[in-house]
């Protein structure tokens, strides 16, 4: 008689990774050997293709973050009765947003503050299409914009919200317009 001796399957489901919400994640430096067929699963909420090859994609769920398992299990040869089992994490984090507010109208003679909001940043910063100044340094979501003669005498100023993503997301940003009105002035003659 002849006995044949198979290799028990090895896998190895590859480095753990980051993405951003929103994109997709293909598999790469995934392994296995010995092995009659290969099957990936998630514990998240998205879907994989190719779910029988060792480069797999991830889609995640609509709105979907934190940390997300993939499992490769290799099943056995013949002879051979248990799968080999190899996880790695995907890390999804949130897109950055940015809300720099409604479009506002001033008078010359007064200033606005600002009301932008922000997620998932490490940082923001204001900016102006004028030559106006912000109070604070521009970097906090509630500055106070001081129009200059030339925002005045130009009538709008375009100030944006300009949003560092936190992780390997991409930035952002929003703008808003700001109107400024000239104080009446009048005459009654001589």
């Not at 929103?22 to 779910?51: E, H, K, M, P, R």
């Not at 013949?78 to 984090?93: K, R």
Request: charged share 5%; proline share 4%; net charge negative.
């Amino acid at each position: 008689m002849t006995l044949t001796i198979n290799r028990a399957p090895v896998d190895n489901a590859g480095p753990n990774a980051t993405i951003c919400s929103g994109t997709t994640y293909t598999v790469s430096g995934a392994s296995a050997s010995n092995y009659a067929g290969i099957q990936w699963t998630s514990n998240g909420t998205g879907t994989i293709s190719n779910g029988t090859t060792l480069t797999p994609t991830y889609t995640p769920g609509a709105g979907e973050t934190g940390v997300v398992t993939l499992t490769l299990t290799a099943t056995p040869n013949t002879g051979c009765s248990i799968s080999a089992v190899s996880t790695m994490t995907i890390t999804i984090n949130g897109a950055a947003t940015a809300n720099a507010g409604a479009d506002a109208t001033i008078c010359e003679t007064t200033t606005y503050t600002l009301n932008g909001t922000a997620t998932n940043y490490a940082s923001y910063l204001w900016t102006t299409s004028g030559t106006g100044t912000f109070s604070n340094n521009s970097t906090t979501l509630t500055p106070v914009y001081t129009p200059s003669t030339q925002d005045i005498i130009n009538g709008t100023v375009t100030i944006t919200l300009n949003v560092t993503a936190n992780t390997s997301c991409s930035n952002t940003s929003d703008a808003m317009i700001l109107t400024v009105h000239r104080q009446p002035g009048v005459s009654a003659g001589a």
